[in-house]
């Protein structure tokens, strides 16, 4: 009776993170004024039907807001910040929610990119890995579309990826899948340990997701089956050496109400909802979350306060966020590290990797100096160096890097 009780008020917990997303308010005017933050809504097309059309609440290609900073000078280069929404919201959800006025202060370009309620993640759909196709939309198509129309500082310390809730669970993930390029992480409540409670996460995803009224009937259909590997493969909690050379912000309420939250207009039924999906679900995970990231070594900054999930808390997370520091020094190349993925195809440090196959288990791969291992696959893999240097190999494989001038 004790655990089905625990099950319900997950269940319940899950199901009011997906509302209290919701936007509480309209986004403040935007002033007419040159040298204010501009906020404009581009489309970025997915690629190979990466993400059809039911998966969007809106007509047309997925959009992304993009907030240029005061003053901006398109002949200036700026750091980015990739800003990641959280479940039952979209890319408009920072502008709508009124959160977007905390960042006008930020000098640097802001993309808040679209994840539906995709958990930014490829979905298993029962191993066919098909379609939404979230990680290798953010990654393939919304970073190179903004690399490639807006003036970004090359270099890995001023990139950063920040997210709330879902979008906390999509920032360190993402982060830990292109770690050559991120320098910086924050998760602000993030949905960070799918390994809490498994049996309820893994199915709750799909339902949160609304899989079943979208014509997927898969089973789990989003990272798969419970502890299997796939879903390993996409818990951050088991991932955290992916991060050992990013700096990471973790903050999270603790579900009892702060004045923000106390105050904000609205029922006392919705602060009892926030302060109940913090409380049960996004605090504990944060909790042990935090205790996986300093057992690897991770340099991670974790503050837990007063507060639920909910817009005031929010905006006071974003506040400890950019006074932590999004853009500061970092190791600016690495030849020594270690990465573990079940992606079929990626860019890790100068190393690029592409399975014939999709892999059939977590693949580990570890760099030290010119050597390159990779652990069994059930896959062929072929590695290149800074886009060169083609190497085929069978898995599991120790290689030999090749240098700079290889033929």
């Known amino acids: 009776m004790r655990r089905n009780a625990w099950k319900i008020a997950v269940g319940l917990a899950l199901t009011a993170i997906s509302t209290c997303l919701a936007p509480g308010a309209t986004a403040?005017?935007?002033?007419?004024?040159?040298?204010?933050?501009?906020l404009t809504t581009i489309t970025i097309p997915g690629s190979a039907g990466e993400i059809p059309a039911k998966w969007l609440g809106y007509p047309g290609p997925p959009r992304a807001n993009v907030l240029l900073?005061?003053?901006?000078?398109?002949?200036?280069?700026?750091?980015?910040?990739?800003?990641?929404?959280?479940?039952?919201?979209?890319?408009?959800?920072?502008?709508?929610?009124?959160?977007?006025?905390?960042?006008?202060?930020?000098?640097?370009?802001?993309?808040?990119?679209?994840?539906?309620?995709?958990?930014?993640?490829?979905?298993?759909?029962?191993?066919?890995?098909?379609?939404?196709?979230?990680?290798?939309?953010?990654?393939?198509?919304?970073?190179?579309?903004?690399?490639?129309?807006?003036?970004?500082?090359?270099?890995?310390r001023y990139h950063a990826i920040a997210g709330v809730s879902m979008g906390g669970l999509g920032a360190v993930?993402?982060?830990?899948?292109?770690?050559?390029?991120?320098?910086?992480?924050?998760?602000?409540?993030?949905?960070?340990?799918?390994?809490?409670?498994?049996?309820?996460?893994?199915?709750?995803?799909?339902?949160?997701?609304?899989?079943?009224?979208?014509?997927?009937?898969?089973?789990?259909?989003?990272?798969?089956?419970?502890?299997?590997?796939?879903?390993?493969?996409?818990?951050?909690?088991?991932?955290?050496?992916?991060?050992?050379?990013?700096?990471?912000?973790?903050?999270?309420?603790?579900?009892?109400?702060s004045s923000a939250g106390l105050s904000q207009k609205g029922s006392l039924a919705q602060v009892l909802e926030g302060s109940l999906?913090?409380?049960?679900?996004?605090?504990?995970?944060?909790?042990?979350?935090?205790?996986?990231?300093?057992?690897?070594?991770?340099?991670?900054?974790?503050?837990?306060?007063?507060?639920?999930?909910?817009?005031?808390?929010?905006?006071?997370?974003?506040?400890?966020?950019?006074?932590?520091?999004?853009f500061q020094p970092v190791v600016g190349a690495s030849e020594a590290w270690g990465n573990k993925t079940v992606a079929t195809s990626g860019q890790l440090w100068s190393v690029g990797y592409h399975f014939d196959r999709p892999p059939d288990d977590v693949v580990e791969f570890r760099q030290s100096g010119s050597t390159l291992s990779v652990s069994a696959t059930g896959s062929p893999v072929t590695i290149t160096v800074n886009g060169h240097c083609p190497i085929r190999t069978n898995t599991p494989a120790t290689i030999t890097i090749p240098g700079p001038h290889c033929t």
């Open 277 to 326: 999906a913090e409380s049960l679900v996004i605090f504990p995970m944060n909790q042990l979350y935090h205790a996986a990231l300093d057992a690897a070594g991770v340099d991670v900054t974790y503050q837990s306060h007063p507060g639920g999930h909910d817009i005031p808390d929010f905006s006071n997370e974003f506040a400890a966020m950019l006074s932590w520091g999004l």
């Open 173 to 257: 993930y993402l982060a830990g899948r292109l770690p050559g390029f991120f320098g910086s992480v924050a998760s602000l409540s993030g949905f960070v340990d799918l390994g809490y409670f498994p049996a309820l996460v893994a199915p709750g995803m799909g339902l949160t997701a609304l899989a079943p009224f979208k014509g997927n009937d898969n089973i789990n259909p989003v990272d798969g089956p419970p502890n299997g590997f796939y879903f390993n493969g996409h818990n951050p909690a088991l991932l955290t050496e992916n991060l050992k050379q990013t700096r990471v912000f973790e903050s999270t309420g603790t579900g009892v109400p």
């Open 28 to 38: 403040p005017a935007e002033s007419s004024s040159p040298a204010a933050p501009q």
């Open 69 to 156: 900073p005061a003053g901006y000078n398109p002949d200036r280069r700026y750091p980015l910040l990739v800003l990641l929404h959280g479940l039952n919201s979209n890319y408009d959800w920072v502008a709508q929610s009124g959160l977007i006025k905390d960042l006008y202060g930020l000098d640097a370009i802001v993309v808040m990119p679209e994840g539906g309620s995709g958990w930014y993640t490829d979905w298993w759909n029962g191993s066919a890995r098909g379609t939404p196709a979230w990680e290798s939309y953010e990654l393939n198509d919304v970073i190179p579309t903004i690399l490639t129309h807006y003036p970004i500082l090359p270099q890995r």
